[in-house]
Structures are given as C-alpha cells and as structure tokens.
C-alpha cells in the first residue's frame, strides 16, 4: 500500500560515457611525418646532383678560354657566345626559330580549340573513330611523314619557307592538344553555357565569356608544349629549309659538329642560347601548367 508521503522517484539516467580527450591537429602524426628526413633529401639531393652537373659542364664549356682545362670558369670569357651569335649566324637562327614556335602556339591552340569543343559538345556518328584516329596518330613518328609532306610542299611551292615548317609542326601537334582541350571543356559544367544562353549570349558569345576564361590552365598547358616542340625539332626544319638564312637553331647547333672536330666552347654555348627560352618559358608558366594538368586529370 502507497501512502499519500510516499514519492516516486524516476531511474537515474546512465551518466554519459566519458570523452576521449582530443588531439590537436597540430599533434597527428602521419606516415609521411614518421620517415626520417634523410630518407627524402638524400634521393632528392643526387638526383639534383646528378642533373645539374651536366648544366655546369656547358656553362664552363661556355664561359671558360679556349684550351683552359680550369673546372672553374675564371676568366671569365664571352667569346664562345660572340662567336655563335655573329660568326655562326645564331642570331637569324634565333629570330627564325621565335617565328616558328610562335605561330605554330597560335595556330595549335586555336584549331585545337574549336577541334576541342566540337568533341567535347557534340555528338556525330565518326565521333568514336575520330578520335580513335587521332590516338593512333600519336603512334607514328615524324620521320614516316617527311617524304609526303615534302612532295605536298613541293607542289605547293612551299619548300624553303618558313611556313611549310609551320604547317607541319602545327599537323604534328594537332592530334594530342585536340584531346588535352577538349578534356579542359568536359570539366566545364555545360549549364553555365545554357545560362548565358538563356541570358541572350548566342553560343560563341557563350564560349567566349564564360568557357574560355576557364580554359586558361589548359591552354597555358597545350600551348607551352606545342612552343616547345617546336623550338626543339630537328627533322622538319633540316628537310625542308635548305637555306642557311632560314635555318632554326636545333639545325645550327647540328652545324657546329663535322667528322674532324667539335668546337665545344661555341657548342656549349650554342646550347645555352637555345636552352635559355624555354627555361624561361616554364619558369612563368610553371604554376598554370600545374593547374592545366591537374584539371585535365579530374574527369567532369
């Protein structure tokens, strides 16, 4: 029997279960933390040994007197570069190879760019064998293409000008930097284009405003390596510039090498004039290459 004093008390609740104390962000150590420093900086440190002693042999090859055998380049000579520059006719090399690569970035990343977006946008019946096509293209090399680019130059009348080298290094680049872009363009979300669309941009007015600006890493990427191929090609310019006034500077530098002797201070610097640009190059397009490359790996 409950009397009316009696009171009802109701279960105590479990008492909650105690925290585990939390560790710092800065505190986590991971397995990347728990390697020894030596284990990296001592790979990295020969690696970095061993690629820039060949650049300090050219630059002493380059700097130092003829016959000096000093590992120092003291005195210090710019003779070699003189030589190259006037006498071996480095600068009309120079200005010809400029020309070259130039044209060959502005016309690769515009047609590859239209080519790009057609891919990427579109769909057409050959668009599977398209680029099939243009995969296997990058199986064949350079050397199959020169007698059939060489006799369709020469009906053309084109050989022994600038614009026959062109035309080739462009054809060569084509088939990879029509698939890098049009890549880019997947990664770009196709209702940003029908926005502008519906805002009253026609479809170039579309690209041009709001897919272009976001290509600008891929381009930057497909662009630097259509430059550099074409600084660096040899066989199309050997075979189809006959000319010493339009020759490139990959053919200059094979100029100053004969089966009797090697002028190595003028090679050396040769070397560095022609080394020079593209260094420069990916030193100021280094951080857009990295961002082009990284969009064109995430699949949209």
């Known amino acids: 029997m409950i009397t009316k004093d009696a009171t009802i008390s109701a279960p105590a609740a479990p008492a909650p279960p105690a925290e585990e104390p939390r560790q710092r962000p800065g505190n986590k150590r991971r397995a990347w933390d728990e390697v020894p420093r030596w284990h990296i900086y001592l790979p990295l440190s020969l690696y970095l040994l ?56 502005v016309m690769t990343t515009l047609v590859a760019l239209a080519g790009g977006y057609a891919l990427a946008r579109f769909d057409f019946r050959i668009k599977r064998g398209f680029m099939l096509a243009l995969l296997c293209s990058q199986f064949v090399p350079g050397a199959l293409l020169l007698v059939p680019l060489f006799q369709i130059f ?27 872009i049009s890549g880019f363009i997947r990664n770009v979300p196709y209702s940003l284009e029908e926005a502008a669309w519906v805002d ?48 490139t500077i990959p053919v200059g530098l094979n100029t100053l090498m004969s089966s009797d002797s090697v002028d190595l201070g003028a090679l050396a610097a040769g070397g560095i004039i022609a080394a020079v640009p593209v260094v420069i190059v990916f030193a100021f397009i280094q951080k857009w290459l990295i961002t082009g490359f990284s969009a064109g790996a995430v699949k949209g």
């Open 200 to 247: 009253g941009c026609d479809r170039f007015t579309a690209f041009r405003i709001v897919v272009l600006p976001l290509l600008r890493p891929g381009l930057i990427a497909v662009g630097s390596f259509a430059f550099v191929h074409a600084w660096n090609h040899f066989l199309f310019a050997l075979m189809f510039l006959s000319d010493q006034s339009k020759q």
């Open 154 to 180: 020469a009906k053309l009348q084109m050989i022994n000008s600038l614009g026959s080298v062109i035309i080739a290094e462009t054809v060569f680049q084509l088939p990879l930097s029509m698939i890098l």
């Open 50 to 105: 061993f690629t820039l002693i060949p650049f300090y042999w050219i630059l002493l090859f380059a700097l130092r007197p003829a016959g000096s055998t000093s590992l120092v380049p003291w005195p210090m000579t710019f003779d070699h570069f003189d030589k190259v520059w006037n006498d071996r006719s480095f600068g009309t090399y120079f200005q010809n190879s400029v020309l070259i690569a130039v044209a060959t970035l």
